[in-house]
């Protein structure tokens, strides 16, 4: 039964990317690849990277032992033959990709060569199987891609690497979100596919992995993964959504990974938009992400990766409940539970507002009490006007201090 394998492997990943990370922080010393204090991070002392490495022994030695050379994809919708993927060329591929990723952290490549490394390192996956050839969209159906389904992979696995390089700004962040991610896909495959799942194994390797790493990675780092991480990780996380739940016949293909995903997916969303609309290169580094924000307003680092790591929970586990709640009638497709439904939709608006809350009251709200209590304490006649002009000068400029409340005796 694959349950144990998936269990066994993460711990291994785990152990693995645990016991070789700070020898992968004594290597990024010698080698000179040191993260200095920037304005994307939230460093404050010159720290060593590479911890990737870590993570590529732990994935590799787990999956060695633990996942098949071939993973049989489950048959989609009016294919003759569903296919496998070869799990050493997808392997091959994270090699390439965590090797890239330890160049630019020691010699700090272009960004043009950097992404025409992460397309070759998508190329690799889809040469070795994983293939989105179909999705199943609810109220849509299913819609197949027999020509440009290579395309839509490699376009898929790209964003996910920039998705979670773009997100490792803060100790913890990154490596958190994904062990998390990690294992809500592996619960996720293990229910569409079966006990046998072996991308569910993957998975869990992929969570142990990035767990594994966490150790070290915590407030305050003692290392930092770098692209050699960052891209992995997006690179693993993508691949596994592919194999584990997008290339399904499950009417919520689609919603899966995104749900999972969705944290980083608006984090990167939100910055993007921002440097489009200030007329900046999409990939030029800045303070605007969720955490930097955050710690704009007030929030400590553990604070804010806390927030985000229960932020991620939560979304994942909507993802999973729409795996588990019996919402549909699955002897009359198309009909639904109304109990269950009401369940469903009770779940999925309390993530929503929760969402929101996060998003918007964190760091408008509570930033416009901040802001007030600031401004008074330099003027007692500011107006609630005044307060609302400087928070929204702020907001869209992005060029504003820290704020905190005063202490009682200030």
Known sequence: MRYWDAVFAFLVATAVA??????AGRLARRIGAIAYPSDRGLARNPTPELGGLAILAGVVLA???????????????????????HTWVVIGGAVLIAG????????????????????????????????????????????????????LTVIWLVALMN????????DGLAAGVCAIDGGAFAVIAFNLQ??????????????????????????PAKIFMGDTGSNLLGYLLGVVAVIGSLKTNAAIALAVPLLVLAVPFMDTGFVVAKRLKYRR?????????????????GFSEVKTVAYLYLWTLMLAGVAISLQFVPYKNHKAPGHYHLGWSLVMAAILLIAAAASVYLVYVLEIFKFKILKGIQLRRVDPD?????????????????EFEAVKVPEPHE
């Open 63 to 85: 999956a060695v032992l633990w996942v098949p050379n071939t993973i049989p994809l489950e048959r989609a919708h009016g294919e003759l033959s569903a296919g496998v993927v």
């Open 382 to 398: 500011t107006s609630e006007h005044d307060i609302v002009e400087a928070v929204e000068r702020d907001i869209e400029t992005g």
């Open 163 to 170: 998705i979670v390089n773009f997100s490792d700004g803060v």
């Open 281 to 297: 290169k999409p990939w030029k580094a800045d303070a605007e992400h969720f955490h930097h924000r955050m710690a704009r307003i």
């Open 194 to 219: 079966g006990a046998t799942s072996s991308a569910a194994v993957l998975a869990a390797i992929t969570s142990g992995a990035a767990l594994g790493f966490l150790f070290h990675n915590r407030y």
């Open 100 to 151: 890239i990723g330890a160049v630019d952290d020691a010699i700090d490549l272009k960004p043009l060569l950097k992404l025409i490394g992460q397309i070759g390192a998508a190329i690799v996956a889809t040469a070795g199987g994983a293939v989105i050839k179909g999705l199943t969209l609810p109220f849509v159906g299913y819609l197949s891609f027999p020509d440009g389904g290579k395309e």
């Open 18 to 23: 645990a016991l070789l990370t700070p020898l």
